[in-house]
């Protein structure tokens, strides 16, 4: 069974940066695609950054693209979203994920519990 833990996430002003991190557990997913979602109150999931399992390569959402980085560290089985000059449309629950397979589908198997990322203006 996989396990996926969240952290990093919190207050901070707009403008500012925070590291979120997503270890693994259960088995290694150093071959697996794993993403980063993300859901505000009263909205539907959205797709944030995804990235490929040894192949690659990732990917991101529009609204993000310039602003957050996605990056893994196999050795520790763990998985980074590094979000700079966050905005208070950022304010949401961020999910990590991941697939089975190595290319990111959109459509994970596995899911976080969330950790939720508030921006003030």
């Known amino acids: 069974q996989v396990q996926l833990v969240e952290s990093g996430g919190g207050l901070v002003q707009a403008g500012g940066s925070l590291r979120l991190s997503c270890a693994a557990s259960g088995r290694t997913l150093i071959s697996s695609a794993m993403g980063w979602f993300r859901q505000a109150p009263g909205k539907e999931r959205e797709f944030v950054a995804g990235?490929?399992?040894?192949?690659?390569?990732?990917l991101y959402g529009d609204s993000v693209k310039g602003r957050f980085t996605i990056s893994r560290d196999g050795s520790k089985n763990t998985m980074y979203l590094q979000m700079n000059n966050l905005k208070p449309e950022d304010t949401a629950v961020y999910y990590c994920?991941?697939?089975?397979?190595?290319?990111?589908?959109?459509?994970?198997?596995?899911w976080g519990q969330g950790t939720q990322v508030t921006v003030s203006s």
């Open positions: 990235i490929g399992g040894g192949l690659g390569y990732s």
């Open positions: 994920a991941a697939d089975k397979g190595r290319v990111f589908t959109g459509r994970p198997d596995y």
